[in-house]
């Protein structure tokens, strides 16, 4: 409403003052110079809160329909540069328990090889922002370890301590990806993941 509210009266004057003019000139014609004015500012004046008031709430809705794609562009973008870097430390971190988790991650593997169920989630996401968001969703839900890693082709994969879960994240146009999640059926960890994927796929949108 205040958006509303200032976007008129940013138009109210300007508008005014131009309809004011037009109508003293327009009236000027039938009537002496006196009059003129008088109908002039008054119907000037009427006709520009009108048209200020139908011309603040077409930009202000012409406004709020881009908002939702120039955050999911760039809003998203800035808030997680900075993000990045501490998901590259995370990484990093995690590398350094590779030799550890492969053993566990070979043995988890073979037992669950049967059981290997995927998953698939769409989200209104480019393919490097679904990226660092699928690496928060493990860090922050506390899903496991993160045994192996490619950004550019979108992959990750994580070991917990009761199964292996791999996540390939697809782009389908230039602001959509796929994710899929290949894991046990009725996987707890995976229905965590979805979740937090979705939230922020939510949140993003309501900037």
Do not use: C
Request: glycine share 4%; aromatic share 8%.
């Amino acid at each position: 409403m205040r958006k509303l509210l200032q976007l008129y009266f940013g138009l109210l004057v300007p508008l005014s003052m131009l309809f004011i003019v037009a109508s003293i000139v327009y009236f000027k014609l039938d009537y002496d110079l006196t009059k003129a004015m008088r109908l002039g500012v008054l119907s000037g004046f009427f006709i520009g809160a009108i048209v200020s008031l139908f011309t603040a709430i077409f930009l202000l809705i012409m406004r709020r329909g881009k908002q939702p794609k120039e955050n999911i562009i760039k809003s998203p973008k800035r808030r997680h540069q900075t993000e990045a870097k501490v998901t590259e430390k995370k990484v990093t971190t995690n590398k350094h328990t590779l030799s550890k988790a492969t053993s566990i991650t070979s043995s988890i593997a073979t037992k669950n090889l049967v059981d290997t169920h995927i998953q698939k989630v769409m989200l209104l996401m480019e393919h490097e922002l679904a990226f660092e968001v699928a690496v928060y969703a493990i860090s922050e839900e506390k899903i496991g370890t993160i045994t192996d890693t490619d950004a550019s082709k979108g992959l990750l994969d994580i070991t917990t301590k009761d199964e292996h879960i791999k996540l390939s994240i697809l782009s389908l146009t230039r602001h959509t990806t796929q994710v899929l999640i290949e894991t046990n059926p009725n996987s707890e960890y995976t229905k965590k993941i979805i979740k937090y994927l979705k939230g922020k796929e939510l949140s993003f949108l309501q900037y």
